[in-house]
């Protein structure tokens, strides 16, 4: 209804449209408005592909730690799983003796797993990797000892729980070292504690930094359009009305910014992967770096809007009250 | 239908561009409104269409305060005044018929409705085969036309219009007037700014002069004879 002007009805309440056909009609010109201001950054590619790559690589740079630091806790996990034990035999322990170990080891509830790898084995294992070769050959005798793999059952897998067990299986008569590496695992964990903050606290500035630019992208392209939005006020358009194509094209920087994101990501990774095996390769460990799930990208994408979102907002709604006709 | 009871405007810096005016425009009415340049005829105008808000004294519309109405309504109000200025207005890089539909697209008419009534307004002012062109390939008069096609077509109570023929020529201006009184015929009021003398001489039309921010005649085209602007 009109303020003014009693019986003086106003826009589609003129034209008699259901309740349904209004909501149709709300969704086609939001639709309508959105393609615009996809059409526009469409008009200016150089420019919309400017502000969609520093949305794209401010997230960028996070994901991937982020993808790194979730893989390396990953593996460490798994690690504290096999959570291995090594015991060394004294020098002097017969073949006899280290089977009757085995064989009692083997009954305890502890213990999920044993093997035994004989000095001869070690020493052959050791000239296969080190490239000593021949060389120690020369050796009077063998100076590696034979070991004993132990693994716990998962119960048992625990730092806490290893460690008693590493004690009890250090009071046999046949062990000369026993070894858990638990301390290197402990200190592990603190630095990829650390990792974790610094790429929060990294991605928080890096998103400062992207509502800004968005923000000031935004501002200049309403200043760009003083005068269409003066004249849009002369004949009525209320404030929101004339934010709303500033707010899509902020939508539509996120969602570009995102996907361009989730592009680079998987060439990063792609990238870390091929020289992490080469690396691994020399360590014999087949590693495989997991990427993005489903849900991960989901939520990239959804940060990203969020963020384009934030930057046109930001801006729409100081400047846009700002420019009256004069 | 636009009333002002003893309105003055200061502008910051101390411009007194209005001084106690006083004046009433019956619903249905034409009427001008004249003087030399400054003499606060844009003034005048923006205290109704709400760019500016008077510094005394109350501006009525259909017998509304204006002061009542918040920043956020003055949308709403502007959708009730078909605006026409001496610069157009238009937005260069959209069609007629994109300009022409503004304000129906503001206000969230239907497709088909917005359709029908463009080109009912294109009709009026004669420039329907002009729909697709953009108002930078047309004429002073015809870019004038397209203004009021677009200040007309949501059929608005109150036309105000600034200097309408500022920059065309007698016989186009006659033009101009001429739809003007169409529609005054169908019942809007309109409100006409201009220092065309010669044009209102030729029409037997209410004449409201200002000078120095003062109302100074408000009567039948006596301007003139009162020797006031030889």
Not at chain 1, 6 to 32: C, N, P, W, Y
Not at chain 1, 221 to 247: C, H, W, Y
Request: proline share 3%; hydrophobic share 45%; charged share 20%.
């Amino acid at each position: 209804m009109s303020l003014l002007f009693k019986g003086r009805s106003h826009g589609a309440e003129t034209v008699r449209v259901g309740g349904l056909q209004r909501i149709f009609m709300f969704f086609t010109d939001h639709l309508r408005q959105a393609v615009n201001s996809l059409g526009e950054l469409w008009r200016a590619p150089f420019a919309s592909l400017m502000t969609i790559g520093v949305l794209g690589f401010s997230i960028t740079l996070p994901s991937t730690l982020y993808v790194i630091v979730k893989n390396t806790e990953q593996i460490s996990e798994q690690w504290q799983q096999a959570s291995e034990i090594s015991l060394f035999l004294e020098q002097g322990v017969s073949e006899a003796d280290a089977q009757q170990l085995l064989k009692r080891l083997r009954l305890w509830p502890e213990i999920a797993e044993v093997a035994y790898i004989s000095a001869d084995d070690s020493l052959k294992e050791f000239k296969l990797l080190s490239g000593f070769g021949d060389a120690l050959n020369y050796l009077p005798s063998n100076p590696l000892p034979a070991v004993v793999l132990v693994v716990p059952t998962s119960k048992h897998a625990s730092p806490r729980a290893a460690q008693i067990l590493l004690d009890k299986l250090r009071k046999q008569r046949e062990v000369d070292v026993g070894k858990l590496d638990i301390e290197w695992l402990e200190k592990l964990y603190a630095l990829i504690g650390v990792a974790k903050d610094l790429v929060t606290l990294l991605a928080v500035l890096l998103f400062f930094a992207v509502v800004l630019i968005i923000g000031n992208t935004i501002r200049l392209n309403i200043l760009n359009k003083k005068d269409e939005i003066v004249v849009m006020k002369l004949v009525g358009a209320t404030d929101s009305f004339i934010q709303r194509p500033f707010l899509y094209t902020g939508f539509w920087y996120g969602l570009l910014g995102g996907l361009m994101a989730w592009v680079t990501v998987l060439f990063v990774l792609l990238w870390v992967d091929f020289s992490m095996d080469a690396f691994m390769a020399e360590y014999q460990v087949s590693f495989n770096l997991t990427s993005m799930d489903m849900s991960t990208l989901f939520f990239m994408l959804l940060v990203s809007i969020g963020l384009g979102l934030a930057g046109s907002l930001l801006s729409v709604q100081r400047h846009v009250k700002d420019i009256e006709p004069r | 239908m636009i009333k002002f009871e003893q309105v003055s405007k200061t502008y910051p810096g101390g411009q007194q561009a209005l001084r106690k005016v006083d004046f009433h425009v019956e619903q249905g009415e034409m009427a001008f409104l004249t003087g030399h340049s400054g003499a606060g005829k844009s003034t005048l105008l923006k205290l109704i269409s709400i760019m500016e808000r008077p510094t005394v004294g109350r501006v009525m519309i259909n017998g509304h305060d204006l002061s009542a109405i918040t920043r956020k309504q003055i949308a709403y109000i502007r959708r009730d005044i078909g605006m026409i200025f001496q610069s157009h207005q238009l937005l260069m890089d959209k069609s007629v018929y994109d300009n022409v539909s503004l304000p129906l697209v503001i206000e969230g008419h239907t497709r088909k409705n917005i359709s029908r009534r463009v080109d009912a307004a294109l009709e009026m002012v004669g420039l329907r085969d002009k729909a697709r062109s953009l108002p930078i390939t047309l004429s002073g008069g015809e870019q004038q036309r397209v203004g009021i096609a677009r200040a007309v077509v949501n059929r608005p109570p109150l036309l105000l219009a600034d200097e309408p023929t500022g920059n065309l020529d007698p016989k186009l201006s006659m033009e101009i007037i001429r739809l003007f009184e169409d529609f005054n015929q169908a019942g809007v009021s309109v409100f006409i700014a201009t220092h065309d003398l010669g044009l209102i001489a030729r029409m037997k039309y209410r004449t409201l002069t200002l000078k120095n921010g003062q109302m100074i005649t408000d009567g039948l085209d006596d301007a003139q004879d009162q020797g006031l602007f030889r």
